[in-house]
Nanobody, 115 residues
């Protein structure tokens, strides 16, 4: 399984970015997908997840109301729309797929929010 994340960049406080993650897994639609992030000097933390159907989403409290996770099972992609970005959102963002055979991570995409 290969996960390719993209969409990161530098944005000012209050700005928006949209991250995307493309999966090579042909059975993508069977698995819950997630986004995680890791800031310098900190552990990787959960950001959001989306169910197989896309109808059930979970967010960490700090991003509720600002971030939206979505998926397109026809295109094997999962996205993270990030609005009202804050400097504390600065991190490398990773997508994750968990299947019975293992846990797979994308390569990460850097998001930097300037104050």
């Amino acid at each position: 399984v290969q996960l390719q994340a993209s969409g990161g960049g530098l944005v000012q406080t209050g700005g928006s970015l949209r991250l995307s993650c493309a999966a090579s897994e042909r059975t993508f639609s069977r698995y819950t997908m997630g986004w995680f992030r890791q800031a310098p000097g900190k552990e990787r933390e959960f950001v959001a997840s989306i169910s197989r159907s896309g109808r059930h989403n979970v967010y960490t409290d700090s991003v509720k109301g600002r971030f939206t996770i979505s998926r397109d099972n026809d295109k094997n992609t999962v996205s993270l729309q990030m609005n009202s970005l804050k400097p504390e959102d600065t991190a490398v963002y990773y997508c994750r797929l968990v299947q019975p055979g293992g846990i797979y991570w994308g390569q990460g995409t850097q998001v930097t929010v300037s104050s």
